[in-house]
């Protein structure tokens, strides 16, 4: 929070112990709705959150509301009145309901569904059934439906009579009778045209839209590719059922962006925020990968043991174990990683898999032999290891680091051609497939080489 | 590309081969301006490329232009006339024009500036002196800026004159004499309220707005936190000198998402996209790292060399030396990046660093004993290794998870307290610091459990 607002919020406070109601009011006005929600978290005692809450003036409480965290969205829902309730609830965007509800324990969800009236019930229920993350739990119902057989000076009556309850008035849809989807029009359209025009002859028809079960990552990305404020959102049969806007789209890419870090760095992603998450929670969604790469990593217990007289006759390889396996994972996950964004922002197709291989095993060769070069120098100056020692450890770096290379560039696009999210194949999961795999061509070189 | 799209443009590709010049400026006028430009991308031949542009409809040719890549532009600024190119500069927004210079070599900016009238021309130089990255290099001159004393007819008139110029007219920013800004207006309260309403008593004072020279990541920042569709930029002294609008925002925080995943893999962050970027290019910006790490995996060796007479009494430790220090590494990324990533989005804070190790410390405790139980067992069960040896690699183990986890969590806090990025310190920088400190606990709980 800024200081400014901080400030702000500290006089509220201040205004609502000493009970000055009307400058609590005028203040409040002043401030803006996220800010008074993130200020009630830092407020401890519940009964002064619920007393603040319920001082706001009413035309800002439910924006205020929509921001809380759970916790206190909860604390709220669980004192408030049945009449409180279903004003408050009449007053969100059906969008912030769900999500709202979503959170919550069953009882407060039962109130809520109690208090609302038969169609908003209607509503929530059939929004709580979309499947997590599609367009349709994304999407509010709050938007503007025209008709292309509407005047423009009848659309602009219909805007200015309706449009203040709309999510967004900017980009009005056009539906048939079948309240099929037919194009759209922008209200900066609207608003230049002669008011007798039909809609029919400034609507664009050439409308870009997302059905209730697409995935909110493709939708996303039409937002992203196609510069878009808000889409239309289709059932199967295109009819209008809702929009999604910029604002919960911006927060998707967040959410997935994190979702995919957390992949790449072998954690099983949650929704938890790491503040509310308990040390359980972190555990589960952490030990299933550690488990799976410290038994993959068997694998590599085996091949030293199985080289155990090319070791015993020169004790010194030990040493270079870490340096070997450390750079070649290094590589592995600089290519891996580099692969997976690109193929998850559209920049590389698995169609160009052979291309790319070509491209990372020609860095994966100039990187390898710079690595091997200063490797072989630092050695014979500084560690006084033999000559023989030395070119052992040099060339299997160099090999080790185009394999990585290889290997980093291979097993993400192998996941995505097998359907599985190639994000997994990141970081951890390549260390461990490469550290085994370095060790096999450093035993084996040094079994040619030194004649061991 | 949708399928259905790249039908669309096949056929506009058929009405120019055939020549049906008017057949196919319809055509192009039903397709959508970044879908053409993307086809435009798969044409190999320069000659159709400049062909295809040259034919396109006045009113989209300019919105193509912004979306194709910058060879193309290039090729297509190359061979424009003068007069051709200044109007495609007069038809473009001024970000889309500076973007695009950004990218050409010095003859092609000559060129565009020579053909720019004065005025353009001394804003695009400014323009290009803003720092990359900058609100101010992103931000763009074409707003609706109202003053408070206008009525609502007045500033409805003076939107539908200049309107249809601007990026967007759907919030507009209030000035006054000295264009300093002084609030902010929805075109949606503008529409609903009288005529003869004056702007300074339905304006909103409470305006965010950015300075030129805030991070773009900032500004980002304050977009994702308020909802913003625009925000207003304004120099030092609080005047008004432009906009920045939600599209351009989602590029960047796509952008700046990918520069965290990079630095995360130890890889040099670069604007360059991967299709384009040479050899050379991918290897500059990650061998830099690759050296860095491979140098600092010289401690690993000395912990080795010095801890030979422990390896040489119990030859069959090396055998898991992979697994342990493999081990280690993946339970720090996983809490480097969990922390980096939240530290980024601003949900952990620095002063929260003894909660935060707290937290993760004992979540290494549990994932440490989890692993350590399972390790025993199996190498018990299937290793066939003597209780002594298991006992000692499955304490290691325990106490490496631990360890690992607590640098994982201190390294990312401590680089952000040095004013360092966070970024720098994931996966591989992480791995390279806990293998050397994992030996390091291996040896000297087998030097006292074995007696050695």
Redesign the interface.
Known sequence: MDEEFRKDFEELVALMDAGRLLDFKKKAA???P?DIAEGLEEIEEKARVIKLFRMLPKDISSDVFSYMNSDQQQLIAESATNAELKALVDDMFLDDTVDFLEEMPANVVKKVLQNADESTRKLINQFLNYPENSAGSLMTIEYVDLRDYFTVRKA?DY??RT??DKET??TCYVIDEQRRLVGHVS??KL??APESTYIRDIMDT?T?SATTTDDQEVVAED?????L?SIAVTDKENRLVGIIT??D???V??EE??E???K????IPSDE???DAG??H??AH??P???I???S??L???I??SF?SV??GA??L??????L???A???G??T???II??MA?G??ELS?WLRVLW?EA??GV??GA??AA??FL?MMIF?GTSMMISAVVSVT?MIA?VMAASVGCLLPMGAKRLGLDPAVM???MI??IV??AS?LIYFMIATVMLGL
Chains 1, 2 share one sequence.
């Open positions: 002043d401030c803006l996220v602009m805007i200015r449009g203040i008035v900017y209200l900066r608003i230049v050439n870009v937002f992203r590719r196609y510069d404020t910029i604002d789209i911006v927060d890419i967040t962006n994190t995919d870090i957390k790449m760095a072998a954690i925020e790491y503040s040390v359980m972190l555990v952490r030990l990968w550690l488990m790469m410290m038994i990593a068997t590599s217990s085996t030293i043991t155990e070791l015993a004790v010194v030990t040493a270079f174990i870490p340096m396996t450390g750079s994972g290094n590589s996950s600089q891996s990683v580099t964004r690109n922002l920049e590389v160009d491209k020609r860095v100039v990187c710079a690595l200063v490797n630092r560690s770096l680091i990141a970081s951890p260390t461990t550290d085994a060790l």
